[in-house]
């Protein structure tokens, strides 16, 4: 399943650039309610050994019996990760910064968008910074990773799935399946299953370039290719 959210790329940068020039100060969340994974694990950005990317993409699915359809830009520069929300009327949702292990969020509108700016930072770092740093063999591997086991498949040189398990129970917390190798940063599409909070996302890499690589997509000045 492919996502369907049609954002046009000039019109998705543009909405882009005024989220980072014009997003209001810090805001407390607009509801109880609203999704929270206080469990979940970041890992300090400047222990990250990836090389700086810029990736745009387009996430849609399901959270209980509610419809989920945004899109974001996720930039790792300078020991910076940044990642952008965008509502499908291209309107600014929110952006959250993370250097080191410190994390500022700035939220615009959120009414289209059912989780914490910070849970999407979760799910980023589980998509993009936990699991094996390096290929491995074809075959299962498991490592232990801030209190959880990670389990992941790996087939031709690239994982193709990442399970997030409890260490005492063992019971699943969540799957990632990657469908084909980075390209060149990660799979085109992912989806991610999180059966402990029910929710499912396809997420739609439309757009993605390694900054040391030439990659001139930059949200911060709008710079465009």
């Known amino acids: 399943m492919r996502s369907c959210l049609r954002l046009p790329m000039g019109s998705l940068r543009a909405a882009l650039f005024v989220s980072l020039t014009g997003c209001s100060s810090p805001k407390p969340p607009p509801s109880d309610a609203r999704f929270h994974d206080e469990a979940a694990v970041l890992v300090s950005t400047k222990g990250l050994s990836t090389q700086p990317f810029t990736v745009v993409q387009r996430i849609r699915g399901k959270h209980g019996t509610e419809d989920v359809a945004f899109a974001c830009v996720v930039q790792l520069s300078h020991d910076k990760l940044t ?33 914490e700016p910070v849970q999407v930072l979760h799910d980023i770092h589980r998509v993009f910074f936990r699991g094996f740093a390096s290929p491995q063999a074809d075959g299962t591997h498991e490592l232990l990773d801030h209190g959880e086991v990670v389990r992941e498949l790996w087939r031709d040189g690239h994982v ?66």
Not at 178 to 204: C, S
Request: hydrophobic fraction near 40%; aromatic fraction near 10%; proline fraction near 7%.
């Open 83 to 115: 990642v952008t929300g965008l509502t499908t009327y291209n309107a600014p949702a929110f952006v959250v910064e993370q250097e080191g292990v410190d994390v500022l969020s700035q939220n615009a509108l959120l009414r289209d968008v059912p989780f």
């Open 160 to 225: 193709v799935e990442r399970h997030f398990h409890v260490l005492d129970t063992f019971s699943r917390l969540l799957v990632l399946e990657f469908d084909g190798p980075p390209a060149p940063v990660i799979a085109p599409h992912v989806r991610l299953t999180n059966l402990h909070y029910g929710y499912v996302l396809e997420i739609e890499s439309v757009e993605q370039g390694r900054l040391d690589q030439g990659y001139t997509l930059d949200v911060k000045t709008n710079r465009v290719p």
